[in-house]
């Protein structure tokens, strides 16, 4: 799994890569997903769903990230625009 | 005569001089950022890169259909979710979303435009988020939580920030391209197609 943040001026940038079913590793993730929450942006995942759609799961915790997950990817919060 | 002769050989060689040092600042400068320039400093290739990894990232999350349609159109449909919850039209309706500019909502059996929603990703220090960026996170939030991205939505008129003859234009350009991906689905050998399964996350 990745963790990913867009950035500004920049493209995604990848926060922190890890195995999810290592427990090392799964708490490098779990960690940077909490200090990502903790700045304000939002967790998305894209999931890929039959037929060739798209969807994607905002989560609030890094135990909502669904299993199989290969990204998340950190998005600045939306607010209203002019 | 000859002392005439000297002085020119000099003044052609000094030129000389001159030219060859002058060589590599400008092939410095042709090639990339001289070593020891600061990482701060005006680099006319950033936002390229930045916008190419971010459309990378694009074609990896949306549908081929999607990215196809921002390839060819410039911005993407999505169709919203919401209709017949009593919260949205009850009829089906859908988005163009464009980088940086709000989402124009509408139906698109009559190309009726219901309304632009502003939504904005407040600006970080390195400036707003390349064009492709903007777009995916539009289109992550819509399919994640249609109804929330609303809620935070600035609704303007038709026509506040986007050129309304514009936007007709899109959807008769949108509807050229439905008709020609359907016509790409159903060709022998389609190279629309991809394979179904069961969900899962990318």
Same mark, same amino acid.
């Given at each position: ?82 | ?46 936002? *390229? ?60 059996? /009559? ?24 777009? *995916? ?12 991205? *609303? ?8 026509? /506040? ?38 969900? /899962?996350?990318?």
């Amino acid at each position: 799994m990745r963790l990913l943040r867009l950035e500004s001026g920049h493209g995604e940038v990848v926060l922190a890569e890890g195995d999810p079913t290592v427990a090392g590793e799964r708490e490098v993730l779990r960690r940077e997903f909490s200090h990502q929450l903790s700045q304000g942006m939002a967790a998305l995942v894209p999931i890929a769903a039959p037929a060739g759609s798209r969807r994607a799961a905002l989560v609030r915790s890094f135990e909502e990230v669904p299993s199989g997950a290969e990204q998340v990817i950190f998005v600045p919060p939306a607010a209203g625009g002019a | 005569m000859a002392a005439a002769l000297a002085v020119g050989l000099l003044l052609l060689a000094a030129l000389a001089l001159v030219a060859f040092a002058e060589r590599p600042g400008r092939l410095r400068g042709r090639l990339g950022r001289p070593a020891g320039q600061a990482v701060g400093a005006y680099d006319p290739g950033r936002e *390229l890169r930045a916008q190419r990894r971010a459309e990378r990232l694009l074609e990896a999350c949306v549908e081929r259909e999607a990215w196809e349609m921002y390839r060819e159109l410039g911005f993407i449909r999505v169709w919203g979710g919401l209709a017949g919850s009593g919260r949205a039209p009850a009829v089906e309706y859908a988005y163009l979303l464009y980088p940086h500019k709000p989402l124009v909502a509408f139906i698109p059996q /009559t190309a009726e435009v219901i309304g632009e929603y502003c939504v904005s990703f407040p600006a970080q220090a390195g400036g707003p988020l390349p064009a492709a960026d903007d777009l *995916l996170a539009k289109w992550l939030y819509l399919r994640a939580d249609e109804e929330g991205l *609303l809620q935070r939505a600035n609704v303007h008129l038709f026509g /506040t920030r986007h050129d309304p003859a514009r936007v007709e234009a899109d959807i008769r350009r949108l509807r050229a391209f439905e008709r020609s991906w359907q016509a790409r689905l159903h060709r022998p050998g389609r190279e629309g197609s991809v394979p179904g399964g069961e969900p /899962t996350a990318v």
